[in-house]
Nanobody, 114 residues
Framework: VQLVESGGGLVQPGGSLRLSCAAS????????MSWYRQAPGKERELVAI????????DYADSVKGRFTISRDNARNTVFLQMNSLKPADTAVYYC????????WGQGTQVTVSS
């Protein structure tokens, strides 16, 4: 099983990034998928979640209206489009397959700074 995140980096406040998570080794379409983040000294928190077929999404209040989660089941990939980024969004972002055998990626660093 692998979840490989990409797309992180350094961006100025107000900028955008698109994170991708490529999944393999399990039945992707059977899992809800989510993005979490963990800032230094803080607990890991749920950012966004999408249902297995992509029809339902939900977001943390802190990112509603700025972030969009989506998935491409043909490519076994989940995305997180992040707009209007703030310094408070700085964290390591993790992809997570939600289920009895939940899987985690290794994370990608997002830094929002001028």
């Amino acid at each position: 099983v692998q979840l490989v995140e990409s797309g992180g980096g350094l961006v100025q406040p107000g900028g955008s990034l698109r994170l991708s998570c490529a999944a393999s080794g399990f039945t992707f379409t059977s899992y809800h998928m989510s993005w979490y983040r963990q800032a230094p000294g803080k607990e890991r928190e749920l950012v966004a979640i999408i249902s297995s077929v992509g029809g339902t999404t939900d977001y943390a209040d802190s990112v509603k209206g700025r972030f969009t989660i989506s998935r491409d089941n043909a490519r076994n990939t989940v995305f997180l489009q992040m707009n209007s980024l703030k310094p408070a969004d700085t964290a390591v972002y993790y992809c997570h397959a939600v289920g009895p055998n939940g899987y985690w990626g290794q994370g990608t660093q997002v830094t929002v700074s001028s």
